[in-house]
């Protein structure tokens, strides 16, 4: 995929998750990158590797997690190896909220 077609590819991405933003998660007040961040956690638990799957920066991760947190929805452990990693896990409510997100991105 040129540069191109993977920055509209981000595009329409960024769009549909607005679109269901509004439709699913309104009491939640969630961003299309918390959204990302909270449906990635699942299949994939460390901070760095959501940031390379959605292409994204870490530091874009990193501010999204870090306002999950505050939501409550999730919790990050630092990493015993390696002090820059965090791993990333659904709180009870989070894990709710990741239920409602699946639910949405199945409906869309």
Do not use: W
């Amino acid at each position: 995929m040129d540069l191109k077609n993977t920055a509209n590819y981000f595009v329409a991405f960024r769009k549909l998750l607005r679109s269901y933003t509004d439709y699913q998660m309104k009491d939640y007040d969630l961003s299309p990158n918390e959204i990302v961040v909270l449906s990635s956690i699942g299949s994939v638990g460390l901070a760095s590797e959501i940031a390379e799957n959605a292409c994204v920066s870490k530091a874009l991760v990193s501010r999204s997690v870090k306002q999950l947190k505050d939501k409550g929805l999730i919790t990050a452990t630092i990493s015993t190896v390696d002090k820059r990693e965090q791993t990333l896990r659904l709180t009870d409510e989070g894990e709710k909220v990741a239920e409602r997100i699946a639910e949405a991105n199945h409906k869309i």
